[in-house]
């Protein structure tokens, strides 16, 4: 009896962290270059009263054993890494990537961070920097004077500088792909570093290696359903009240128990 009580709360907790997933999700339905999680359950050890197979009489086993299951619990929560949908901006520095990819960026503890986000501004000293003023890299800074900006789909960075005067080359983005882009962690700010799950970043040239092109004026949105997203939490809450059904009638039979005379 008592353990249909700790195998319902294993039930409760584990929805309770689904529901944070999806609220997180729902939360960046706005987020530019957001990637949507989702929760992945297991379940725990089996308490085992009679192995399957077990002999059951003379040149007899059991067909079937007597094994009762223990709960529930979280195993991964998996970042799904599908493109989102493209929103026109017709800004000369927002930039989004066609398929596979990241922007690196220097991040603050020195590290080299990985983005989807491409809403680049300038900064100060004319640097295309991301919306917290972390530098792209390698670095580009666009030269004083500069009357239009253009970026090819292989990343190439040119600049207009005076009216009539031809385009000049001034750098190369470039952009980096994972084997595993679900092993990268989530730092916040749309940006991920890599891991020993990830493996290690393979840098080129957009549109090269089975990386994306790119496409300037346009930005990726998230990747999160609504819909989707509305359905998985009708689903973790009805699972969730099944679980909290579950340990309200353990508590009656306990209390049925307690009652006899």
Partial sequence: MFKSLNTAATGMQAQA??????????ANVQTSGFKRSRAEFEDLL????????????LNAVSPTGIQTGLGVKTSAIQ???????????????DIMIEG????????????????????????????????????????????????????????????????????????????VSFINPA?????????????????????????????GQLSQGQLEGSNVNIVEEMTNMISAQRAYEMNSK????SDAMLQSLNNLR
């Avoid at 500069?146 to 001034?170: D, H, K, L, R, Y």
């Fill in 17 to 26: 962290t689904n529901l944070e997933v999806i609220s997180n999700n729902l």
């Fill in 46 to 57: 089996y308490q085992n009263v009679k192995e399957p197979g077990a002999q059951s009489g």
């Fill in 79 to 93: 970042k799904d890494f599908e493109v989102g949908s493209a929103k026109m901006t017709g800004n000369d520095l």
């Fill in 100 to 175: 596979q990819g990241f922007f690196p960026i220097q991040i603050e503890n020195g590290q080299i961070g990985y983005t989807r986000d491409g809403s680049f501004k300038k900064d100060p000293t004319g640097r295309i920097v991301d919306r917290n003023g972390r530098a792209l890299i390698p670095e580009i800074t666009i030269p004083p004077g500069t009357t239009n900006v253009g970026i090819a789909e292989n990343g190439e960075v040119s600049v207009m500088t005076q009216a009539g005067a031809a385009p000049q080359v001034i750098g190369q983005i470039q952009t």
């Fill in 183 to 211: 092993g990268l962690k989530a730092m916040g700010k749309n940006t991920f570093v890599p891991t020993e799950a990830s493996g290690v970043p393979n840098q080129g040239i957009p549109g090269t290696n089975e990386l």
């Fill in 246 to 249: 579950a340990i309200q009638a």
